[in-house]
């Protein structure tokens, strides 16, 4: 192999030099372009100073490419959960308070999107913090209605003027390090007046109605052996 001469060694370093600060300016142009989006923990941090909240132990984080470009977290504090979510360097929190030595059920703060047979559709992921250490699995009942009075215009064929809305959701808890996550889908036929309250009130009122405890809700654990190791109810 032919030995480089000092000049030519030289002249390859500065090459060298050259190129990763033309890779560096390029990545910085991209990152001002894109708005200047900090890393998911520091946007949540800078939202926290912001706030003057403290500053909490994140317990999780998703990947925004998995739900229309929305990271969600939820970091906990002595009192509080924060609950997070980021989307092009934007974010946005929901403060809960941490009840500690029992489970808090919070509410994440977008929509996560899921797979039904026949589309993808979107609708809230609800999150148990402070779980039991030895729980393997969990199951989360709960109870959503509703109650809405027509006051003007044509209804559609069949739909009523007072209409009052009841659904029971029972879902199987998947878990997410000390966090057992629990979404919620769609289980009324969308274009007919219940599916309209369903829709409506997932979207507008869920996370306020959990938060302010207006929605009863059953949340059972289980060890590995199936058997119930812990029962919290809401009602």
Not at 97 to 113: C, D, H, I, M, S
Not at 164 to 180: A, I, L, P, Q
Request: net charge negative; hydrophobic share 35%.
């Amino acid at each position: 192999m032919r030995k480089r001469k000092p000049l030519e060694r030289r002249t390859y370093g500065r090459r060298l030099i050259r190129n990763g600060v033309l890779c560096l300016l390029l990545a910085l142009a991209l990152w001002t372009v894109s708005g200047c989006p900090l890393p998911q923990a520091m946007a949540l941090r800078r939202l926290e100073r912001q706030m003057l909240l403290k500053p909490s132990t994140i317990v999780l984080e998703t990947d925004d490419n998995e739900n229309d470009g929305y990271a969600l977290l939820l970091g906990v504090t002595e009192d509080h959960i924060h609950s997070f979510a980021l989307r092009d360097g934007n974010g946005s929190l929901l403060l809960w308070e941490r009840k500690g030595e029992e489970p808090t059920l919070v509410a994440l703060p977008q929509p996560v999107r899921y797979q039904t047979d026949e589309a993808a559709r979107s609708a809230p992921m609800l999150a148990a913090v402070d779980i039991p250490q030895e729980a393997a699995s969990a199951r989360l009942t709960m109870t959503m209605e509703s109650e809405s009075i027509h006051l003007q215009g044509e209804l559609p064929e069949g739909w009523e003027e007072r209409f009052h809305w009841k659904r029971t959701y029972s879902m199987d808890g998947v878990k997410e390090g000390n966090v057992f996550l629990f979404q919620l889908t769609y289980q009324e036929d969308e274009d007919s007046q219940a599916g309209h309250a369903e829709n409506s009130h997932m979207k507008l009122s869920l996370a306020e109605d959990v938060q302010r405890g207006l929605i009863p809700y059953t949340l059972e654990f289980f060890d590995n052996s199936g058997q119930v190791i812990l029962t919290q109810t809401h009602s």
